[in-house]
């Protein structure tokens, strides 16, 4: 089974991602936990959120408000980085943190890599699928990075100044 | 100064080990080309023409008499014996081995340095005023402002992988604009109001090839909010900044293609959520922060024009000259600013030597409180020199050659490195620079001629500011030969403002003889006490332009 970090820990994990190519080859949705694109969530919205174990994956350019009534039905949002250059993701992960106050899974997929976990964990990125090519025991190191932050964060919103 | 605390240096040596990994994995093969890129790039580190490239960070251009020993010794043992003072008061490297930069950061973090964020798609080293904090005419102290900005955009989480270079400046001078905040993609102009300090934020603003002066955005911030407000802009901008195309990625163009308005109401609304959130800057912690820039111990007793000052301008017709351009006013009776201009002919503005940095320290210990700063202009500032003392300093700087009585004049120009060193140049810009102070070597005609602002960039990205140059020039590659297109007009002094295109580019050889006959121009049509960007404004460009493409002069 394919291993992901998840709350600081390599864990295995069952989740299967389609992407919008992928499920138009598929007749049906997959059996067990799957991620699918936000138009065909809500293209499908009612007979999706009865299952219970679909998740919703954000491309840049698709913010969280389209979700934001789905929320409280969704186990997980993941977003999708493209190019880790590409930091729309990071907002995204904010606001569903701060903004939407989204308790659930939001999962990194894609381009991610051991030197942006740091930053990623800080915005509410709590779970992340490593590119396959690269070491997943390697790339935990990289949530280590810093002890000392100046801003707050999704963890605690204090700047360094009030945290004593 | 800003003086660090235990957790600004654990932060520090983190990031130093943390680039020495990625230094080893890189050199390993673990890290490809693409990914090592923005890591080093927010450590300041390019690939240049000929050797990597390394931008140190100097905070609103503070740096002490033990930073810039320190800055001095990574010249002698790491690079080839100098640096260069960039237009954004860093400081840069130009030969450093890849292998040895983990090495430099370690020796610049014991001296509280660092080249974090100085490159890269991401909130870069504030700036501000190089008289900050001693100009009579500011209305507070910035200083403390830029390192609350500093400390909020340090590994900020959120805006690592912007759309593109965000720089912000602080003015805290009315009626003038010596930050340039007009140009820069977030400008915050310090203003008071019923005896609260709050913020006008522009946003916009910025040179390179679309260059443009920022929009009002905030009109009137009040202080606990600062952070917030900057910190709904960026949310702005890193949700809706253009990636596509790095030529439109800057937050100018996605300012001009919403609309103020616009840009305000996405602004104002991210802002709602944040305000009175945990962002808000209490008043103990600015307390703090303004007591790291306390003033130093002047002595009070003190009053300006003292009789040494007096007798030696009076004697002495080289120090009469020299303090008549290069000594500035100060707030505190007794004291000046002096500026060490950069810019000895046949050398690149802004550069100085190891050893110069060692003497420069030694003359910040002797006559500055151990301190100095850098300038936009490519310059030193000695901040806090006692008018009594001016003469002996003089004198050092003289033997140094640090005296050119050439501040703010023809001579005293901005030129980024451009194609002897830079791989983004079309053209260079140091051998033009230097043609330019050849010709216009009497300084007596400099002195009539007055205050000229000369920059030159190598190339669209106008790392030498010259749009807002009184007369700018831009190196362009045609068809693989150099050619210098002039603007004139631009300004970047009382206010910020783009110049405007003379017409089609010239040769290199070209472009002393064009300066030479516009400044005839000006001389001839001056009226009196008229300075160069005075006359350009009331004739307009039209006769400029005759005179610069007439073949009979």
Same mark, same amino acid.
């Given at each position: 089974?394919?291993?992901?970090?998840?709350?600081?820990?390599?864990?295995?994990?069952?989740?299967?991602?389609?992407?919008?190519?992928?499920?138009?080859?598929?007749?049906?949705?997959?059996?067990?936990?799957?991620?699918?694109?936000?138009?065909?969530?809500?293209?499908?919205?009612?007979?999706?959120?009865?299952?219970?174990?679909?998740?919703?994956?954000?491309?840049?350019?698709?913010?969280?408000?389209?979700?934001?009534?789905?929320?409280?039905?969704?186990?997980?949002?993941?977003?999708?980085?493209?190019?880790?250059?590409?930091?729309?993701?990071?907002?995204?992960?904010?606001?569903?943190?701060?903004?939407?106050?989204?308790?659930?899974?939001?999962?990194?997929?894609?381009?991610?890599?051991?030197?942006?976990?740091?930053?990623?964990?800080?915005?509410?990125?709590?779970?992340?699928?490593?590119?396959?090519?690269?070491?997943?025991?390697?790339?935990?190191?990289?949530?280590?990075?810093?002890?000392?932050?100046?801003?707050?964060?999704?963890?605690?919103?204090?700047?360094?100044?009030?945290?004593? | 100064?800003?003086?660090?605390?235990?957790?600004?240096?654990?932060?520090?040596?983190?990031?130093?080990?943390?680039?020495?990994?990625?230094?080893?994995?890189?050199?390993?093969?673990?890290?490809?080309?693409?990914?090592?890129?923005?890591?080093?790039?927010?450590?300041?580190?390019?690939?240049?023409?000929?050797?990597?490239?390394?931008?140190?960070?100097?905070?609103?251009?503070?740096?002490?008499?033990?930073?810039?020993?320190?800055?001095?010794?990574?010249?002698?043992?790491?690079?080839?014996?100098?640096?260069?003072?960039?237009?954004?008061?860093?400081?840069?490297?130009?030969?450093?081995?890849?292998?040895?930069?983990?090495?430099?950061?370690?020796?610049?973090?014991?001296?509280?340095?660092?080249?974090?964020?100085?490159?890269?798609?991401?909130?870069?080293?504030?700036?501000?005023?190089?008289?900050?904090?001693?100009?009579?005419?500011?209305?507070?102290?910035?200083?403390?402002?830029?390192?609350?900005?500093?400390?909020?955009?340090?590994?900020?989480?959120?805006?690592?992988?912007?759309?593109?270079?965000?720089?912000?400046?602080?003015?805290?001078?009315?009626?003038?604009?010596?930050?340039?905040?007009?140009?820069?993609?977030?400008?915050?102009?310090?203003?008071?109001?019923?005896?609260?300090?709050?913020?006008?934020?522009?946003?916009?603003?910025?040179?390179?090839?679309?260059?443009?002066?920022?929009?009002?955005?905030?009109?009137?911030?009040?202080?606990?909010?600062?952070?917030?407000?900057?910190?709904?802009?960026?949310?702005?901008?890193?949700?809706?900044?253009?990636?596509?195309?790095?030529?439109?990625?800057?937050?100018?163009?996605?300012?001009?293609?919403?609309?103020?308005?616009?840009?305000?109401?996405?602004?104002?609304?991210?802002?709602?959520?944040?305000?009175?959130?945990?962002?808000?800057?209490?008043?103990?912690?600015?307390?703090?922060?303004?007591?790291?820039?306390?003033?130093?111990?002047?002595?009070?007793?003190?009053?300006?024009?003292?009789?040494?000052?007096?007798?030696?301008?009076?004697?002495?017709?080289?120090?009469?000259?020299?303090?008549?351009?290069?000594?500035?006013?100060?707030?505190?009776?007794?004291?000046?600013?002096?500026?060490?201009?950069?810019?000895?002919? /046949? =050398?690149?503005?802004?550069?100085?030597?190891?050893? %110069?940095?060692?003497?420069?320290?030694?003359? *910040? +210990? #002797?006559?500055?409180?151990?301190?100095?700063?850098?300038?936009?202009?490519?310059?030193?500032?000695?901040?806090?020199?006692?008018?009594?003392?001016?003469?002996?300093?003089?004198?050092?700087?003289?033997?140094?050659?640090?005296?050119?009585?050439?501040?703010?004049?023809?001579?005293?120009?901005?030129?980024?490195?451009?194609?002897?060193?830079?791989?983004?140049?079309?053209?260079?810009?140091?051998?033009?620079?230097?043609?330019?102070?050849?010709?216009?070597?009497?300084?007596?005609?400099?002195?009539?001629?007055?205050?000229?602002?000369?920059?030159?960039?190598?190339?669209?990205?106008?790392?030498?500011?010259?749009?807002?140059?009184?007369?700018?020039?831009?190196?362009?590659?045609?068809?693989?030969?150099?050619?210098?297109?002039?603007?004139?007009? /631009? =300004?970047?002094?009382?206010?910020?403002?783009?110049? %405007?295109?003379?017409?089609?580019?010239?040769? *290199? +050889? #070209?472009?002393?003889?064009?300066?030479?006959?516009?400044?005839?121009?000006?001389?001839?049509?001056?009226?009196?006490?008229?300075?160069?960007?005075?006359?350009?404004?009331?004739?307009?460009?039209?006769?400029?332009?005759?005179?610069?493409?007439?073949?009979?002069?």
């Amino acid at each position: 089974m394919p291993q992901i970090i998840k709350d600081g820990a390599i864990v295995e994990d069952r989740w299967q991602w389609l992407d919008a190519e992928a499920l138009a080859a598929q007749q049906a949705l997959p059996e067990g936990p799957v991620i699918v694109p936000l138009a065909y969530w809500q293209a499908h919205r009612d007979s999706l959120k009865a299952r219970g174990d679909v998740a919703v994956c954000l491309e840049p350019g698709e913010e969280p408000v389209a979700l934001a009534d789905d929320l409280a039905d969704l186990p997980m949002v993941a977003i999708h980085f493209p190019a880790f250059k590409d930091g729309r993701g990071y907002s995204y992960a904010r606001e569903l943190r701060t903004r939407y106050g989204f308790k659930g899974e939001i999962r990194a997929l894609g381009d991610v890599l051991r030197d942006q976990l740091f930053y990623l964990q800080r915005v509410g990125f709590n779970a992340f699928v490593i590119r396959s090519d690269r070491d997943i025991h390697d790339a935990l190191n990289g949530l280590k990075d810093f002890s000392v932050t100046y801003q707050g964060d999704v963890h605690d919103p204090r700047p360094i100044y009030r945290r004593h | 100064m800003y003086v660090y605390r235990p957790h600004d240096k654990q932060l520090l040596n983190e990031r130093v080990a943390q680039f020495r990994d990625q230094t080893r994995r890189f050199l390993d093969g673990q890290l490809s080309n693409d990914e090592f890129l923005p890591l080093r790039l927010q450590n300041g580190l390019y690939i240049q023409r000929y050797a990597p490239m390394l931008r140190v960070s100097v905070p609103y251009g503070m740096l002490s008499s033990t930073q810039l020993r320190m800055l001095g010794r990574i010249a002698r043992e790491w690079d080839k014996g100098y640096a260069h003072v960039s237009t954004r008061q860093n400081i840069q490297y130009n030969w450093p081995d890849l292998e040895d930069v983990p090495d430099i950061l370690a020796a610049l973090a014991e001296v509280e340095m660092h080249a974090i964020q100085t490159s890269g798609n991401c909130i870069r080293n504030v700036t501000t005023d190089e008289f900050a904090g001693i100009n009579a005419a500011e209305i507070e102290d910035p200083r403390p402002w830029c390192e609350i900005i500093r400390q909020w955009a340090t590994f900020n989480p959120e805006f690592a992988y912007l759309p593109r270079k965000f720089k912000i400046a602080v003015n805290a001078v009315p009626d003038a604009d010596p930050a340039l905040i007009g140009v820069h993609d977030i400008g915050v102009q310090i203003v008071h109001r019923d005896g609260e300090t709050g913020f006008q934020v522009l946003a916009g603003g910025g040179l390179g090839r679309t260059p443009m002066v920022g929009e009002v955005i905030g009109d009137f911030v009040p202080w606990p909010h600062l952070l917030s407000y900057l910190e709904a802009i960026l949310r702005v901008y890193n949700k809706y900044g253009n990636r596509d195309n790095k030529y439109k990625a800057r937050i100018k163009i996605l300012v001009k293609a919403l609309g103020a308005e616009k840009f305000r109401a996405l602004t104002e609304a991210e802002f709602a959520e944040l305000k009175d959130g945990p962002m808000t800057l209490t008043a103990e912690e600015v307390d703090v922060m303004r007591g790291h820039f306390s003033e130093p111990a002047y002595d009070p007793s003190l009053t300006n024009r003292p009789a040494a000052l007096e007798q030696a301008l009076a004697s002495n017709k080289a120090f009469n000259r020299w303090f008549h351009t290069n000594v500035t006013a100060h707030r505190q009776p007794g004291y000046a600013a002096v500026t060490l201009t950069l810019k000895k002919t /046949g =050398r690149a503005p802004g550069d100085l030597t190891d050893e %110069e940095f060692d003497a420069v320290a030694d003359l *910040a +210990d #002797q006559f500055s409180f151990a301190e100095a700063r850098t300038t936009h202009q490519q310059n030193i500032v000695l901040g806090d020199v006692r008018q009594d003392q001016l003469f002996p300093l003089w004198e050092k700087l003289d033997a140094l050659g640090f005296a050119t009585p050439n501040l703010k004049l023809l001579t005293d120009m901005i030129a980024c490195p451009g194609g002897d060193f830079c791989s983004l140049a079309n053209a260079k810009s140091i051998p033009i620079a230097e043609a330019i102070q050849r010709h216009f070597d009497d300084m007596d005609y400099l002195h009539d001629l007055g205050p000229i602002d000369v920059n030159i960039s190598g190339c669209m990205n106008a790392c030498g500011h010259h749009h807002i140059g009184h007369i700018g020039i831009l190196g362009v590659d045609k068809k693989g030969r150099e050619y210098y297109q002039i603007t004139l007009g /631009g =300004r970047g002094d009382k206010v910020s403002k783009i110049g %405007e295109k003379l017409g089609p580019s010239f040769d *290199a +050889d #070209q472009v002393v003889p064009v300066i030479a006959r516009l400044v005839d121009l000006y001389v001839e049509q001056r009226k009196p006490g008229e300075l160069f960007i005075d006359t350009y404004e009331r004739l307009g460009i039209e006769p400029f332009k005759e005179r610069a493409y007439a073949t009979d002069h």
